[in-house]
């Protein structure tokens, strides 16, 4: 009876055992999934793109402001040959009421707007623009116009050469031309934007579809718009090629749409600057400073 109670209590012991090993074997065989997202070096931003880059901040920023110092000197736009102040498209003036005071007043299409304090009359001095926004800050229209000329040039050698590379290199057709994957997405990247769902993984190292249309629209529309409109308003040029004030439909016209495009490109640097501090500031500078950007992957993707 002992020797029964023994080998039964053997035979439990092995099957205890084996179901112990088995339990084991089960957790060695399962791997362990990391949480940590998998980190990538992806070099993103070629040298001639980065050296491209960073030349337009100055010039864009001294263009910018060295014309709203020109524009100071006029501050209304009109449309045609001839500049009609009963017929302004946009004005900025000082008016003085009844009592003294002077306020600054922006019409806009027949709109009055009181932007004292920024446009019409600020820090105590009658002008279009302020101080702070020209280049120089002082009223002197000669000196912008020279500031103005200079950097133009600098700004359209620079994009021809851009230009040149982003085809010969193929960065035009790989990289900012839309495919048809991208125009079907553009309403997911539209609500992304809206919401600040930016890209991650594999979709981070690519442009998606409205950053795209927008680098393309400010290198083949906006740039050589106020490129041409800016010769056309230069009476050298308007002797040599009268027929682009023609195209543009007067000189006042060609003036209104060069202030067009310049509001354009502000408004295109506002929401890039914006994105890079969105996306990621350190990382993005990091990215147009050496090339390379880091892109980081869920775990288990």
């Given amino acids: 009876m002992t020797l029964l109670i023994q080998s039964e209590e053997a035979v439990s012991q092995k099957a205890d055992q084996r179901s112990m090993a088995s339990e084991t074997l089960s957790t060695v065989s399962t791997p362990m999934v990391s949480s940590s997202p998998v980190i990538e070096r992806v070099y993103r931003h070629r040298l001639p793109v980065r050296i491209s880059h960073w030349l337009n901040v100055p010039f864009l920023i001294i263009l910018i402001m060295s014309g709203l110092q020109i524009f100071n000197a006029h501050p209304a736009l009109y449309w045609g040959d001839r500049s009609d102040r009963d017929q302004a498209l946009l004005s900025i003036k000082p008016v003085q009421s009844e009592g003294g005071e002077v306020k600054g007043i922006t019409t806009i299409l027949g709109h009055q707007?009181?932007?004292?304090?920024?446009?019409?009359?600020?820090?105590?001095?009658?002008?279009?623009?302020?101080?702070?926004?020209?280049?120089?800050?002082?009223?002197?229209?000669?000196?912008?116009?020279?500031?103005?000329?200079?950097?133009?040039?600098?700004?359209?050698?620079?994009?021809?050469?851009?230009?040149?590379?982003?085809?010969?290199?193929?960065?035009?057709?790989?990289?900012?031309?839309p495919t048809g994957k991208d125009w079907r997405s553009i309403g997911k990247s539209l609500r992304d934007h809206l919401i600040l769902r930016h890209p991650a993984g594999e979709e981070a190292k690519r442009y998606n579809v409205l950053q795209k249309l927008a680098y393309a629209s400010i290198l083949f529309i906006v740039a050589p718009l106020?490129?041409?409109?800016?010769?056309?308003?230069?009476?050298?040029?308007?002797?040599?090629?009268?027929?682009?004030?023609?195209?543009?439909?007067?000189r006042q016209a060609a003036r209104t749409i060069h202030f067009l495009a310049c509001f354009s490109f502000v408004g295109f640097i506002i929401a890039h600057i914006l994105q890079v501090v969105l996306t990621g500031f350190f990382n993005n500078i990091r990215s147009m400073m050496t090339g390379w950007s880091i892109v980081k992957h869920e775990a288990g993707c």
């Fill in 113 to 177: 707007f009181d932007t004292t304090g920024v446009l019409g009359y600020s820090d105590g001095m009658r002008r279009g623009f302020p101080a702070w926004a020209t280049i120089p800050s002082a009223k002197w229209l000669a000196m912008g116009r020279q500031w103005h000329l200079f950097f133009a040039w600098l700004f359209v050698i620079n994009g021809l050469i851009f230009t040149a590379y982003a085809f010969a290199s193929r960065h035009v057709t790989r990289d900012l031309a």
């Fill in 226 to 250: 106020i490129v041409f409109t800016g010769l056309a308003m230069s009476p050298t040029i308007d002797t040599v090629s009268p027929w682009l004030l023609t195209i543009l439909g007067g």
